[in-house]
C-alpha cells in the first residue's frame, strides 16, 4: 500500500505569495492531519480534517488554511507569506479521526522556503 | 495543556551501547505517549505508542519504552545501538478525548552513533 503523499517536496515563494500544499492519504484513510516543523519553533499542529469537515485547528494565523476533499485527499493554503513561514509542512493521515487510537503516519513533508 | 520536554538536544553513544532518549510530560490527564523518528529529508516514522494498556511498550528495530505515571516520564531505550539508529528523535503526547488527537512534540534529540 503506497503511503502518504505530499507534492510538491520543494517550494521556494517570496514574501507576500500565497502557497498550496497538497496531500494524498493513505487508501482508506479518511483523517488527515498537517504540522509544522521550524527549527526554532520544532513541529506544530496546524489543522485536523476528516470527511471534508476541519475538526481542531492549531494556534495559527488565519493566512494558513486548509480543505479537504471527498476522496480525503487535503490541501492547505498560505496567504501573504512571510519569512518566518518558512518550514517544513508535515501531513499525517489515519483512518478514523485522531481522537481514536489509530496510528498517524506522515508523508515526507513539503519544503517551504520564503525568501 | 500538556506538554513534552525532551533532555538533551543531542546524544552520542557508541555502536553497540544502551540507547537512552529520555521525555518527561506533563498532562492532567491521562494521555497516550508516543516516539517517533526522523530521517534526514523524510517524514516522521512512528516507533512505538502508549495508550493506557501494558506500560512497558515494544516498538520497532528494537526499541521499547516505559510509561511511568510517578515519574511522568517515557523514556526510549535500546540495548545495543546501530549505526542506522542515527537520526532526531521525537516523544509527542496527546490526550484524544479532549482535544482531539493532536499530536504535542518535544523539541526533540538527535542520535549519534559512533563506530
Known amino acids: 500500500k503506497a503511503g502518504v503523499t505530499q507534492t510538491p517536496r520543494y517550494l521556494i515563494k517570496t514574501r507576500g505569495q500565497q502557497v498550496t500544499l497538497s496531500c494524498s492519504p493513505i487508501?482508506?484513510?479518511?483523517?488527515v492531519s498537517w504540522y509544522q516543523q521550524t527549527p526554532g519553533q520544532g513541529l506544530q499542529f496546524l489543522f485536523e480534517?476528516?470527511?471534508?469537515?476541519?475538526?481542531n485547528k492549531g494556534n495559527f494565523p488565519g493566512r494558513f488554511s486548509g480543505r479537504q476533499f471527498s476522496n480525503s485527499r487535503s490541501e492547505m493554503n498560505v496567504s501573504t507569506l512571510e519569512l518566518g513561514d518558512s518550514a517544513l509542512y508535515l501531513c499525517?493521515?489515519?483512518?478514523?479521526?485522531?481522537?481514536?487510537?489509530?496510528?498517524?503516519?506522515f508523508g515526507p513533508g513539503t519544503r517551504l522556503t520564503v525568501l | 495543556a500538556q506538554s513534552v520536554t525532551q533532555l538533551g538536544s543531542h546524544v552520542s553513544v557508541s555502536e553497540g551501547a544502551l540507547v537512552l532518549l529520555r521525555c518527561n510530560y506533563s498532562?492532567?490527564?491521562?494521555?497516550?505517549l508516543f516516539w517517533y523518528v526522523q530521517y534526514p529529508n523524510q517524514g516522521l516514522q512512528l516507533l512505538l505508542k502508549?495508550?493506557?494498556?501494558?506500560?512497558l511498550v515494544k516498538g520497532i528495530n528494537g526499541f521499547e519504552a516505559e510509561f511511568k505515571k510517578s515519574e511522568t516520564s517515557f523514556h526510549l531505550t535500546k540495548p545495543s545501538a546501530h549505526m542506522s539508529d542515527a537520526a532526531e528523535y521525537f516523544c509527542?503526547?496527546?490526550?484524544?478525548?479532549?482535544?482531539?488527537?493532536?499530536?504535542?512534540f518535544g523539541q526533540g534529540t538527535e542520535l549519534s552513533v559512533k563506530p
Open positions: 487508501s482508506g484513510h479518511r483523517s
Open positions: 499525517a493521515s489515519s483512518l478514523e479521526p485522531t481522537a481514536s487510537t489509530d496510528t498517524q503516519y
Open positions: 509527542a503526547v496527546s490526550v484524544p478525548y479532549i482535544q482531539g488527537g493532536k499530536l504535542i
Open positions: 480534517y476528516f470527511s471534508e469537515t476541519q475538526r
Open positions: 498532562s492532567s490527564v491521562p494521555p497516550y
Open positions: 502508549y495508550t493506557s494498556a501494558a506500560t
